[in-house]
């Protein structure tokens, strides 16, 4: 059995794990830009990227890791128009650290979202 993560106030929004510790890696599932509400945050791809980030460092915490730990992120994106802005609160979010990435284009996110990230991190 993999230890799976549940932070307070963080319940998947589908039949999955937010996270899961397999090989000294943790997994999240897709970080979406929900509030404390449950619902996607108001604003564009700028407030909707720092709610991941907000997100995914509950979820490093419960491990007691950082974006520090972070060694690769996947990113799905509405409209590639959206990259540049996108990038910028990326890069400001993650300092000097630079994961391996990948940034896709999608036709739609779960919950109309305009951005969804992926997160692998080293544990330990």
């Not at 491990?63 to 128009?81: G, P, W």
């Not at 994961?99 to 036709?107: E, G, K, W």
């Amino acid at each position: 059995m993999k230890p799976i993560i549940v932070p307070e106030n963080a319940d998947a929004i589908g039949p999955y794990s937010v996270a899961v510790e397999a090989n000294g890696f943790l997994f999240t599932a897709g970080q979406m830009p929900v509030g404390q509400n449950g619902r996607i945050v108001p604003g564009g791809i700028e407030q909707q990227t720092r709610q991941i980030f907000v997100n995914v460092r509950n979820i490093l915490a419960t491990r007691r890791l950082d974006l520090r730990s972070v060694v690769k992120t996947t990113v799905f994106v509405a409209d590639l128009n959206e990259y540049a802005a996108l990038n910028a609160i990326y890069a400001e979010e993650m300092g000097g650290h630079k994961p391996a990435r990948s940034t896709v284009q999608v036709a739609r996110l779960p919950m109309d979202a305009r951005v969804e990230i992926e997160f692998v991190a080293i544990c330990g």
